[in-house]
T-cell receptor, first 112, second 111 residues
Framework: DTAVSQTPKYLVTQMGNDKSIKCEQNLGHDTMYWYKQDSKKFLKIMFSYNNKELIINETVPNRFSPKSPDKAHLNLHINSLELGDSAVYFC???????????FGPGTRLTVL | GENVEQHPSTLSVQEGDSAVIKCTYSDSASNYFPWYKQELGKGPQLIIDIRSNVGEKKDQRIAVTLNKTAKHFSLHITETQPEDSAVYFCAASIFGNQFYFGTGTSLTVIP
């Protein structure tokens, strides 16, 4: 019954490593998003995909690369991880770009 | 772009009292305003939303008001309960194309 799921829930890694976070939604939604929530709880959008096409790409380092193999999945790959990448990353989906969003449980990334 | 401000950042109320969280936005084109509740260790969950053609919406103990002229909207929780304790986020959007979130309000309901 999970609507938006993310794996892993926790990710601890060393600086300089490359890691991926996976997101899947079983709601049949057309649009998926990635958000970053910092230690002060501030939510900032990173990317948005509609039917596998990138529609929003906020100012994030090009070390972050989203990949959408199909409209039910939006994965986030991060190269050369830095300390400042430590945060909670949320995936979300919405039925269309004109509607509200449903969030996943988050992935807490810690870069040592 | 849109700028959403949210106040207060923290709020403590006694169980049974009301809680009010306020947000302002800058872009008059914004027309959709959802509110999210984020419990510890979980993702934000939509609790109520309002569109710009409506001034007020209510769902049991939760209500949202919108003043388009002043560009502000508020969340009202009545008869607060300990399980209402969480971080609440407002957001503003133009036709759902881009969501701008407030900075969050940490609500504590004291039993």
């Amino acid at each position: 019954d999970t609507a938006v799921s993310q794996t892993p829930k926790y990710l601890v890694t060393q600086m300089g490593n490359d890691k991926s976070i996976k997101c899947e939604q079983n709601l049949g939604h057309d649009t998926m998003y990635w958000y970053k929530q910092d230690s002060k709880k501030f939510l900032k959008i990173m990317f948005s995909y509609n039917n596998k096409e990138l529609i929003i790409n906020e100012t994030v380092p090009n070390r972050f690369s989203p990949k959408s193999p199909d409209k039910a999945h939006l994965n986030l790959h991060i190269n050369s991880l830095e300390l400042g990448d430590s945060a909670v990353y949320f995936c979300a989906s919405s039925p269309a770009t004109r509607d509200t969003q449903y969030f996943g449980p988050g992935t807490r990334l810690t870069v040592l | 772009g849109e700028n959403v401000e949210q106040h207060p950042s923290t709020l403590s109320v006694q169980e049974g009292d009301s809680a009010v969280i306020k947000c302002t936005y800058s872009d008059s084109a914004s027309n959709y305003f959802p509110w999210y509740k984020q419990e510890l260790g979980k993702g934000p969950q939509l609790i109520i939303d309002i569109r710009s053609n409506v001034g007020e919406k209510k769902d049991q103990r939760i209500a949202v008001t919108l003043n388009k002229t002043a560009k502000h909207f508020s969340l009202h929780i009545t008869e607060t309960q300990p399980e209402d304790s969480a971080v609440y986020f407002c957001a503003a959007s133009i036709f759902g194309n881009q969501f701008y979130f407030g900075t969050g309000t940490s609500l504590t309901v004291i039993p």
